[in-house]
């Protein structure tokens, strides 16, 4: 039950985009067509939970028993980048549909601040190893939910006639504003 | 671009994030109070000065290849640097920003600034850049917390800037306002650029 609201928290009420504002560069800069946005949704989940998987391995095994916590910024950037580069080599390797349809996107992943932000949130809030990769894939899960409504609304902005000055990025911001407001109503659900 | 361009084109020609529209996280996280926004404005340009200068120093040591990687650990770094003094010296806004701080290495302006500016220049425009851009990142944080502080909460750095009946428009201090307050302003930056006749739409 606890998990389950851990689920529902983490893709509904704590949004890791229009709650939390992580990974907000991808959202606006791949948010064009629907088609590119699924294809980032799905990267960063794959990436997203696979990276706090070994984040947290390292952390709780390497980094605790050595009093290095402090290290853990430094430490989390490197295995995220190792992790991104090496998933982009196995993919490329195994399947050549998957890399067409992800490969562009797994470069622009390192620097995605949902997924060091994801992260960091699981050593914050101090969950043991199931509830880490619940709330990582629930917390990307949320992220992909916002990129591909945000994207369909984007495809019918397009054809809109928006007032000049406000045009690009100035009313995909005002509309993700309407969104997170939307997705306030969700709280209280959990607490 | 000589030293005087260098120094001064991040406060308006370039400013972060509203010409390059890199950063967004940041912007949108911290800026629910004006000394947030001021906060993380000097410990970006803190990083931003000192990672020029340090890329700038290794561009022709640095191998092409790996070249992102390297720019990483060298960001990762300061912002521990950061992150372990502003715990020792400002407590109180390093527990209010949170993990906004070590997410400073995922930064979008910094890489930015790094791969356009600082692998390609000498040393002493490289830290320029840094400071001008830095500098104009803080303005704009410290810009964006204000509007949110004052209307949000009717105070302005803590101090009371409306009469006890102003009623606030606490909106203003959560996620939707953040979105929308910087898309507004966006728009009136755009608008004004027009009418001066330079074009600026981001796309």
């Not at chain 1, 699981?122 to 880490?132: A, L, T, Y």
């Not at chain 1, 990769?133 to 990307?140: G, P, Q, T």
């Not at chain 1, 609304?153 to 005002?174: D, H, K, N, Q, Y």
Request: hydrophobic content about 55%; overall charge positive.
């Amino acid at each position: 039950m606890d998990l389950f609201l851990l689920v529902i928290g983490s893709i509904f009420v704590n949004n890791i985009l229009l709650a939390q504002y992580l990974g907000n560069c991808p959202f606006c800069g791949v948010s064009k067509k629907l088609g590119p946005a699924i294809g980032m949704g799905v990267a960063v989940i794959f990436v997203s939970t696979l990276a706090s998987i070994f984040t947290w391995i390292v952390y709780h095994y390497l980094l605790e028993p050595q009093g290095l916590e402090y290290l853990k910024t430094l430490v989390f950037i490197l295995v995220i980048a190792a992790l991104v580069q090496f998933v982009e080599i196995f993919i490329k390797k195994q399947s050549k549909g998957l890399y067409d349809s992800l490969g562009i996107f797994l470069p622009l992943i390192t620097t995605n601040c949902a997924v060091m932000g994801i992260a960091l949130l699981n050593i914050k809030h101090g969950f043991d190893f199931v509830e880490m990769i619940v709330f990582s894939a629930s917390s990307a899960a949320g992220f992909a939910l916002a990129i591909l409504l945000f994207a369909s609304v984007r495809e019918r902005l397009f054809i809109s006639s928006v007032p000049v000055a406000m045009r690009g990025t100035a009313i995909a911001l005002v509309t993700a504003g309407v969104m997170s407001l939307a997705f306030m109503g969700f709280a209280g659900m959990t607490n | 671009m000589n030293f005087r361009q260098t120094l001064t084109h991040g406060l308006w020609r370039d400013l972060p994030p509203f010409r390059m529209v890199l950063g967004l996280c940041p912007t949108l996280a911290v800026t629910a109070t004006a000394e947030n926004g001021l906060g993380m404005g000097i410990a970006v340009t803190f990083v931003l000065i000192f990672s020029n200068m340090f890329i700038s120093l290794l561009r022709k040591v640095i191998p092409d290849k790996v070249r992102i990687a390297s720019y990483i650990v060298v960001i990762a770094t300061l912002v521990v640097i950061v992150e372990l003094a502003m715990k020792a010296f400002f407590f109180p806004l390093s527990q209010q920003l949170g993990i906004y701080i070590p997410l400073i290495v995922v930064n979008c302006i910094i890489l930015g600034r790094a791969e356009a500016f600082a692998s390609r220049n000498p040393v002493h425009l490289s830290m320029a850049d840094g400071l001008s851009v830095g500098l104009g990142f803080s303005i704009s944080l410290t810009l964006v917390g204000s509007i949110r502080e004052i209307l949000g909460v009717g105070t302005w750095f803590g101090m009371a800037v409306f009469p006890d009946s102003f009623e606030p428009f606490g909106f203003m201090v959560q996620a939707p306002g953040a979105f929308l307050c910087l898309g507004l302003l966006l728009g009136l930056m755009n608008a004004w650029s027009r009418r001066r006749g330079e074009f600026f739409i981001q796309t």
